[in-house]
Structure formats: structure tokens, C-alpha cells
């Protein structure tokens, strides 16, 4: 039978190209979310400046099964523990701390936000540890003295520095001028992923206060590299671990193990989506392509086919061109997957320092998902056209019969109960990044479970509109009820990628503007600040906030720490694995919040102030006591000495900025926050403030805006990320629609041909299948939005607290004029195909 399958294969061309094409995508689009996955299973970071050095002793960068948000340092005195362990020749201490190398009075990297511009930063360190990366002068001496330095390449020549010239250079918050004594390059010419700058090894301890980054560890010949390490990890108290490997790159890059979270994250929803999606687009237009086939399957065995044969047949024609597009499908889809990693190192969601990895496991799954799909709707299509009769094969081929199954039944209600379920779980249980984890799918699920029941929906959808669509159109409105009527198993097939469309479509894009109006309601209002001094430099130049608080018509000033840290004691039920968002003042005058219970001009030495809902469900009042980790692993006990009531979603512990910043990566706070008295000029005061500030390199005088402008960042990298792959995945489901709704109108050929031998104009046949597209386009519409009303209401109810979220109405309006505009045209164009045969000609056709 697949022998007769495949030589008669070049009379149904259209059916199995409808097929590849839905198979061939879907795979695609797995194979692109699968190669996300992957590299964030693997989370390679090879080491650059410590390449050298076979073993890596680093900070402990867990906390009780989370990630810590601030590098963990070491104690310089276990530089000896180590290099006293056997089979150690060196351990050489790497430090680190950031620097601006001034040009023109300007520092001479160019700055971006988010991880990869961290990443891209100029950091300086001890001349000693040159070796670990390796480090070769390309010119002049190593640092001899305190005063000299060494650029690297790229560093001198943006600073148009040569040996022997005085380069200007911000640390630790002061502007000094350095001697330059020598250029260096990493060998083998690699560029360093972020620009170094070498200081004698007393002035980088200086710089660094005293703790060490990582401990890079030079062997003995002829030592084994796994036992050297375990012998370490045997030395090393629990604040350190020791790393080999592609993990070293994390002592250089702590920040790129949250890679690992955001890419698993990524791509484990829109994964699941892009499967959900895949499966349901392809089994949906197998499942068209079969049944339109009905008259042939009976006349095979009206002629004596076997049932068996029938089912061999089909499966055997659908797994030679589901294979055949599932692996083609893996190689655009392979490339689609590099794109989007370069594209989430580009928005600063990805460490730049990790790696893309990309195997077989992704391919396999890929196929897998998509052959599955496949061969499973051949599978219950096969089985249901080998048990019906000929007689009745032959009816049903001319008339639809019965299409509410069992088996359909039970999918429909276990895919709307699970979507009902995670959109009670969005609003009851989930908190933060995870709340969208759960309203996302919800929109899947309950689209796929309206699919499945579309032919009763249709069958009322077009009973409803049936008397205005007579009524206005005459004649054709008639024809297109009529073979709505007759027709809606056919219908329901191409409803289906438009309810996908619409509800995926609709429900992401409010997601995402749910989450910007969060963001901007959680970050507002809570401070304020009419100027925003930033350093990119480590920190600002001892005295620089007091001479602020001198200038006239500022009212206050305060320094500004962000980090994120847990609740240790008592224990913090709501906690999530992210932790608590923590801010650091020094001046109350900086806060639009009031307080509840207690004095936020307390928030002095070991002191916090906590949201009032916060404070409720820890069990502490004003005066009790509160074990903090704080973002670089220290523990600290504060007192609650206020209360208050939070604006937005995020409800941040509010901490004394001199005790924050020192347990930051940076150990200094890089933003000033400037209030100005009222009746002020504020040009004026800007100015002066300005002026203030002019001779400290990599310092910025900006807005209230640069208060979230970090924050702000991050959320359109990520909603650009979050547009990006579901753009995908709608275009798949486009793709979709166009397919399927070009299968169903071609194969009608003989049906348009036999209506204009009985009297209709070509016209009339085209009028009548545009009001049938009418009909398709509200059906697939209304449930679209449907299922895009049970992500939209409980994600706007957990995050605004809003049941109808405070949203543009133009966004529905252009997902709905792009679903009815692609439904037109996929129907329209290949109906007019069809009617350009002459009626005897279409009406003797093969059907």
C-alpha cells in the first residue's frame, strides 16, 4: 500500500505539501527553543583571564538553592591555605575592582546597561595574576611601583596612550594620574571580553579592601588535576568552592550562573508553547488532509482494500513526509536558535561570557515532537476511516457525521481544566517572574481545549449570525450558511490556527504591558530624586554627597544601593528563590513613602524599614529584630524601626545605604539621589551640581528617569526577547492558518465547479466564499479572545490588582485585523485559483 501511496503521490501534491510545510515549521520552531534550552542546561563559561590556571577557588555563590546577587570574596589569608596544600606550586590571588581610564575627561568605554555592559567594563587588578589569563607585553615594563599601570590593547588605544604617558584613572572613587609602563595582550591575540587594567600588586590589595575575587591554582608538574582538587576542597572552609573547566569562567563572571536560570526559564515556556503549538498546527492539518480524502480511502475499499492496509498506508505516506520535513525543519530551526542567544546576550538577559551550545539532544526532540504529532493524528484519522464501512465512507465523504467523541470529550475538558487551574494559580499563588510562567500556558491550554469542541461552537456561531447574514447578502449569504452547516468538522480544521493565533497574540502582548505598567507603578513614586548622580567608576570621590548637600536649593541628598537579599530569621513563607529586593538610603528626605509604625528617619546603622504586608507576615512590629543574607552571603540582625505602605507590586526593604554598600559587588553606592527645594530654579541647581562633579571621570548627572532606567532596561530587553519569540511562534501559527485554509479552499474545485453548472457566476462563488471567510474569521476571533482573556484578567489581577488591566485597545484591534486579513487572503486567493477552470472541466476533477 505505501508503494501505491507513493506513486499516486503526484496527484495529491497539495495535501501532503500542506502537511510538510506544518511539520517542517513546527520543527523548526522546537528545534530553536531547544537549542536555548540546552545551552542553559550546559552553561559553559570558559575562563579568560584565569585560562591558565587548571583549578579556580571562588566565593560560594549559593544560598540555601539560590543564587546570591553580589560577588562572594575571599579572605587574602587563603591564598596560603591553598598554596600550602600538596601538588601546589602557586596560588595566585586575582583581584578585582572597577576602573574608568580617562579621555578628554571622559572615561573611554563606551557604557551600556545590564549585564553585558558590566561585562564590557574595564576592571583593574594586581599585576600578579597577568599570568593566570596569560597576559604578554607587547610593549614597555610590568608595573614596578605604586603610581605605574598597564593597559591592555584595546584600553590604549581608545585612550590614544603610549608607554611612557600619564593616563588619567577613576577607583575606588578617587581620579589619579598613573604612569603607563606597559601594553599587554591576552596570548594567542584573543581580546579579553572585558578591557584590564594591571596595577602593582600593593595597589590593586589598596584598591580591592582587602579580600581577593579568586584564587587561581598552578599545579606541580605532573600532578593530577582531579585529585589537586579534591585535596583543595578538603582545605577550603564552606564560603569557598573550587571550580574546573568551562565553570571557571564563573569566577571571573558570577552573574553569568543567572544565565542558566533566564535561559532554562525562556526557553522551558516558550518551549512548551512552541510544542503545544507545533503539535496541534500539524496534527490539525493532517487531520484536514486525510478527511479530505474520505471518497478515496471508500472506493479503496470498495475495490477490497483491508482496513490494516488502509492504516499501513496512511501512516506509512505520513511518516515518509513528516520525517523528510522534520529534519529539514532542524536546520533553519538551528539557526533561528543562534539568533535568539545572540539576541538575549544582546538585550543583557544572557552573560555575554556564556557560551552557545547546541548538540543532538535538541534535533532529536524536534523530530520526536513533530513525527509524534504527526503520526499520532494519522494514527487516530487512519483508525477511524479503516473501521467505517465503504457504504458509509462514501456518504460521509459528501456529509460530515459525528464529531463529538469520546476521546475528544475527555481532551477538551482535561485542556480547559488545567488552563482554569493555572489561571486560578496566577492569581492565588504565584508571585514575581513566576506569575507569567503560569498565565502564559493558561492561554495554550484553554485554546487547544476550545479547538477541540470548535464544530459546536461554529455549528452556534453561524446559527447566530445565519438571519443578518441572509438578510444583507441574499442568495450568496445563503450558500455560505448552508455550507457552513454542512461543513463544520471542514470549518472547524481552519478555525483552528486562528484561535491559536489570535488567543497567543493577544494574551502575550497584554502580558507584556500588564508587566510594564507593574514596573512602572512598583518603581515610581517610592523615591525621589530630581537629580540622579551616577558613577560608572567605583563610587564618587570621598566627600562628593556632603559637598552636594552644600549646594544651593538642594533640599536633600542621599546616597542610593540596590541589591537583593533573603530573610534568614524568622522564616519568610512568601520568599521566592529570587529573594527580596533591598534599597539602601541615607536620607529620609529622598522617600515619597510614609510611614506606618515607626520613623523612616531612624534608618541608621543596623536598622530596616519593611512593608507593612511583609512586616505582617513575619510577625515583627517596630522594635523586633530581623536576620538579614544579604546579597554577597553575609548574614546581619537589624531592627524594625518603621513600616510602610509600598507603592506597586514590589515592596523592597528600605536599609541605611552605609550598610548595604559595602556587601555589593562594587562595595560603594554609584548613585546620588538629589532633591530640589522648592522654588528653585531647577536649571540652576542641575548646573551647579553639575559643575560639582566635572573633574570625576565616568560620573553622570541625569533625570529622575535614571532612578528605573536600569530596571526599565532590563524590561524591554525582556519584552523585546518575549516579542521576539512569539513572534515565532505566531508566525508558525500564521503559517498555520494560511496552509490550512489554502488545503481546505483548493480541494474544493470540484464543488465550486458543480455550483456554477447550476446557474452561479464565478462572482457569486467568490462572494460566497468570502462570506464563509467571515464566518471563519469570527468564529476563530471570539474564541481567540476567549482564551486570551484567561492569561489577560489573572495576570492583570496578580499584578495590578486591576481585573481590566489599563491597556491599549489598539493592540486587539491590529491582532484581529491581522487574523481576519491573513484569513481572507488564504481563503480568497486559492478560491479564485480554483474558479479559473471552466465549470465541466472543475466538475469532473478528482476530488
Known amino acids: ?224 588535576v582531579a585529585e589537586l582538587r579534591d585535596r583543595i576542597d578538603k582545605a577550603l572552609p564552606g564560603a569557598a568552592v573550587t571550580l574546573t573547566g568551562d565553570n571557571r569562567g564563573l569566577a571571573e563572571f558570577p552573574e553569568a550562573a543567572g544565565s542558566q536560570q533566564n535561559l532554562v526559564m525562556l526557553s522551558a515556556i516558550f518551549g512548551g508553547w512552541a510544542i503545544l503549538v507545533a503539535m496541534f498546527g500539524a496534527s490539525s492539518t493532517l487531520g484536514l488532509t486525510v478527511r479530505q480524502r474520505q471518497r478515496e480511502m471508500a472506493l479503496l475499499k470498495a475495490i477490497g482494500t483491508t482496513p490494516s492496509q488502509l492504516r499501513r498506508m496512511i501512516l506509512g505516506e505520513t511518516l515518509v513526509v513528516s520525517v523528510l520535513a522534520s529534519v529539514l525543519g532542524c536546520l533553519p530551526g538551528a539557526l533561528m536558535s543562534h539568533l535568539l542567544f545572540d539576541r538575549l546576550v544582546g538585550a543583557g538577559i544572557v552573560s555575554g561570557a556564556v557560551e552557545f551550545r547546541q548538540g543532538l539532544a535538541p534535533a532529536v ?196 544601593v540596590t541589591s537583593t537579599g533573603f530573610v534568614q530569621s524568622p522564616e519568610d513563607a512568601a520568599q521566592t528563590g529570587d529573594g527580596r529586593p533591598l534599597q539602601g538610603v541615607d536620607d529620609a528626605g529622598n522617600l515619597t513613602v510614609r510611614a506606618a509604625t515607626g520613623s523612616l528617619s531612624e534608618l541608621r546603622g543596623d536598622s530596616v524599614a519593611l512593608p507593612v504586608e511583609h512586616a505582617e507576615s513575619l510577625g515583627r512590629e517596630v522594635g523586633d529584630s530581623v536576620t538579614l543574607r544579604l546579597g554577597d552571603g553575609t548574614p546581619v540582625t537589624v531592627k524594625v524601626v518603621a513600616t510602610y505602605h509600598p507603592k506597586g507590586d514590589a515592596g523592597a526593604l528600605l536599609m541605611p545605604a552605609p550598610l548595604l554598600a559595602p556587601h555589593t559587588t562594587d562595595k560603594v553606592a554609584k548613585q546620588i539621589l538629589v532633591r530640589h527645594a522648592a522654588g528653585t530654579d531647577p536649571a540652576k541647581v542641575t548646573a551647579a551640581v553639575t559643575a560639582l562633579v566635572k573633574d570625576q571621570p565616568g560620573v553622570e548627572v541625569s533625570g529622575s528617569g535614571a532612578l528605573t532606567a536600569e530596571r526599565t532596561a532590563g524590561q524591554q530587553q525582556l519584552a523585546t526577547v518575549n516579542y521576539l519569540v512569539v513572534g515565532l511562534i505566531v508566525g508558525y501559527t500564521a503559517i498555520s492558518v494560511i496552509n490550512t485554509l489554502i488545503a481546505a479552499t483548493g480541494r474544493r474545485r470540484r464543488e465550486f465547479g458543480l455550483q456554477r453548472l447550476t446557474g452561479f457566476t464565478r462572482k457569486q462563488v467568490m462572494a460566497m466564499t468570502g462570506l464563509e471567510s467571515v464566518l471563519t474569521a469570527i468564529a476563530g476571533v471570539f474564541l481567540g479572545t476567549v482564551a486570551a482573556a484567561v492569561t489577560v484578567f489573572p495576570y492583570s489581577l496578580a499584578k495590578l490588582d486591576k481585573v481590566v488591566p489599563p491597556v491599549p485597545l489598539w493592540i486587539y484591534l491590529a491582532v484581529v485585523a491581522c487574523a481576519v486579513l491573513i484569513t481572507f487572503a488564504a481563503t480568497l486567493l486559492p478560491a479564485w485559483r480554483a474558479t479559473r477552470f471552466r465549470p465541466v472541466e472543475a466538475a469532473t476533477a478528482a476530488a
Open 365 to 560: 526532540v524536534a523530530v520526536a515532537a513533530s513525527l509524534l504529532a504527526a503520526v499520532g493524528a494519522a494514527h487516530i484519522t487512519a483508525r477511524k476511516v479503516a473501521e467505517t464501512r465503504a457504504t458509509e465512507a462514501l456518504a460521509s465523504s459528501a456529509t460530515e457525521g459525528h464529531w463529538l467523541t469520546r476521546t475528544r470529550i475527555v481532551l477538551s475538558v482535561l485542556f480547559l481544566a488545567g488552563g482554569a487551574a493555572m489561571a486560578v494559580m496566577t492569581v492565588t499563588m504565584m508571585e514575581g517572574d513566576l506569575t507569567a510562567s503560569t498565565a502564559g500556558p493558561a492561554c495554550i491550554m484553554w485554546a487547544i481545549g476550545l479547538a477541540l469542541l470548535a464544530p459546536g461552537f461554529t455549528k452556534a456561531i453561524v446559527w447566530l449570525l445565519q438571519g443578518p447574514l441572509r438578510a444583507l447578502t441574499g442568495l450568496t449569504g445563503h450558500m455560505a450558511v448552508l455550507n457552513s452547516r454542512a461543513h463544520t468538522i471542514r470549518m472547524a480544521s481552519t478555525i483552528t490556527p486562528i484561535i491559536l493565533l489570535t488567543g497567543v497574540a493577544s494574551g502575550t502582548l497584554y502580558m507584556q504591558q500588564i508587566e510594564d505598567a507593574s514596573n512602572r507603578a512598583a518603581h515610581t513614586g517610592v523615591l525621589r530624586a530630581d537629580n540622579v548622580l551616577t558613577s560608572r567608576a567605583g563610587g564618587f570621590a570621598p566627600g562628593t554627597l556632603d559637598r552636594v548637600r552644600q549646594v544651593p536649593g538642594v533640599d536633600a541628598a542621599s546616597s542610593y
Open 1 to 224: 500500500m505505501l508503494s501505491l501511496a507513493l506513486r499516486t503521490l503526484r496527484f495529491r501534491l497539495g495535501g501532503f505539501a500542506a502537511t510538510f510545510i506544518a511539520v517542517f515549521f513546527g520543527a523548526a520552531l522546537i528545534m530553536a527553543c531547544g537549542g536555548l534550552m540546552e545551552s542553559g542546561v550546559r552553561n559553559a563559561v570558559p575562563a579568560q583571564r584565569l585560562a591558565a590556571a587548571p583549578i579556580v577557588v571562588a566565593g560560594d555563590q549559593n544560598y540555601d538553592g539560590s543564587r546570591l546577587s553580589e560577588r562572594v570574596r575571599l579572605d587574602r589569608a587563603l591564598v596560603r591555605t591553598v598554596e600550602g596544600v600538596p601538588g601546589v606550586a602557586r596560588a595566585v590571588a586575582d583581584v578585582s575592582f572597577p576602573v574608568a581610564v580617562a579621555g578628554d575627561g571622559r572615561p573611554v568605554t563606551d557604557e551600556s546597561g545590564g549585564a553585558a555592559g558590566d561585562e564590557r567594563r574595564p576592571l583593574g587588578h594586581g599585576w600578579d595574576s597577568a599570568e593566570l589569563a596569560p597576559y604578554t607585553l607587547t610593549s614597555g615594563s610590568r608595573p614596578g611601583e605604586v603610581g605605574d599601570v598597564v593597559l591592555d590593547t584595546g584600553l590604549a588605544e581608545r585612550a590614544g596612550a603610549r608607554v611612557g604617558d600619564r593616563v588619567r584613572i577613576a577607583a575606588a572613587g578617587r581620579t589619579q594620574e598613573f604612569r603607563l609602563t606597559g601594553i599587554v595582550k591576552q596570548a594567542g591575540g584573543r581580546a579579553a571580553a572585558q578591557p584590564a587594567v594591571f596595577f602593582t600588586g600593593e595597589q590593586a590589595a589598596a584598591f580591592g579592601g582587602g579580600t581577593v575575587d579568586a584564587i587561581g591554582v598552578l599545579p606541580e608538574p605532573g600532578t593530577d
